[in-house]
């Protein structure tokens, strides 16, 4: 079983960036496939992101070349470096594994607004 912490989140002017981070426990976590989700009120939950084991990248149309999902291994973290942020955006932000969710942590607020 892995859990996932994310952080990072806050207010950001259209058009800024922000860097979320994510960390993980358990001794699996290299093995997985991650992914960062979103949430927007009265909206599903979506899929934003996702990272192979091998550092092989997908990305929802919607961010595709201003988002970028890295990971490292050795610190089990995951980040996503989000630029030319959009009112659409706004929305709380989980990672957790590419697959199965079992369990959703608190997730990170990100809020784009003038």
């Known amino acids: 079983q892995v859990q996932f912490v994310e952080s990072g989140g806050g207010l950001v002017q259209p058009g800024g960036s922000l860097r979320l981070s994510c960390a993980a426990s358990?001794?699996?976590?290299?093995?997985?496939?991650i992914a960062w989700y979103r949430q927007a009120p009265g909206k599903q939950r979506e899929l934003v992101a996702t990272?192979?084991?091998?550092?092989?990248?997908n990305y929802a149309d919607s961010v595709k070349g201003r988002f970028t999902i890295s990971r490292d291994n050795i610190k089990n973290t995951v980040s996503l470096q989000m630029n030319t942020l959009k009112p659409e955006d706004t929305a709380v932000y989980y990672c957790?594994?590419?697959?199965?969710?079992?369990?959703w942590g608190q997730g990170t607020q990100v809020t784009v607004s003038s």
């Open positions: 957790n594994v590419n697959g199965r969710v079992h369990y």
């Open positions: 358990g001794n699996i976590f290299s093995a997985l496939a």
């Open positions: 990272i192979t084991p091998g550092d092989s990248t």
